[in-house]
């Protein structure tokens, strides 16, 4: 199905500089399509043939090695735009891509719009600038990995997830991406016990708890300043 809204399309950062006219001319190009949790978009290796637009729900990106064991992980959220890995230069993609909830995605073939965003600066200042971003991004979870303390680094992947994924509700921060215990030892290195024992503390503590697969997190000043 083709994309039906230009309004729509203007969610995306990328587009809300473009003209009604700007904007139609990147519409009939772009396919509307829903995926299923845990369905495939693409893998590691597929030819890069489509950029993806994420309306709703929540994307896995995932890369493995031979022995399985984690190379990348990071997610998608509503609103944004992905791969940026290969943008301009790749044939490939370098990562697999899961939905990690039921999601709506539009798709545009890569050539079309990488043409289309060399001739605009806007658009082009934002891929750099959003590439800038998902370096800092990275960054910050390379605290979490490279410490040898395991409550540390559990708590660094919950930071890390407040900075990125949660929203503000009074004094507390929802974690709205759904973050099962499996998925925080994969980001933060850790086994899925060790990190069921440094929750309960933390729920001891009365600084998060866990609902729906949702965290809520009570303190998130705590969190925060690990960053400083």
Request: proline share 3%.
């Amino acid at each position: 199905m083709r994309a039906t809204s230009t309004e729509e399309l203007k969610n995306f950062e990328i587009f809300s500089s473009l003209s009604h006219d700007e904007l139609k001319k990147f519409q009939q190009h772009m396919f509307r399509r829903t995926y299923k949790k845990n369905q495939l978009l693409f893998t590691e290796g597929d030819p890069r043939e489509r950029i993806y637009f994420l309306l709703d729900g929540y994307v896995k990106l995932e890369r493995t090695n031979k022995e399985a064991t984690m190379l990348y992980l990071d997610y998608v959220k509503p609103n944004d735009m992905f791969p940026y890995g290969g943008l301009f230069h790749d044939d490939f993609y370098h990562y697999s891509a899961f939905a990690l909830t039921d999601i709506v995605v539009y798709y545009i073939p890569v050539r079309i719009f990488e043409e289309a965003v060399k001739a605009h600066k806007e658009q082009l200042l934002y891929v750099i600038k959003r590439l800038s971003k998902i370096l800092e991004h990275h960054e910050i979870r390379l605290q979490t990995i490279t410490t040898n303390n395991v409550k540390e680094r559990v708590e660094l992947a919950v930071t890390y997830l407040i900075k990125h994924y949660g929203f503000r509700e009074g004094n507390h921060v929802i974690i709205d991406i759904p973050m099962t215990l499996t998925e925080i030892a994969k980001l933060s290195g850790a086994s899925r016990e060790t990190v069921s024992h440094v929750f309960k503390d933390l729920k001891n503590d009365q600084l998060l708890s866990t609902e729906f697969k949702h965290i809520v997190v009570y303190d998130p000043e705590y969190f925060l300043q690990k960053l400083q």
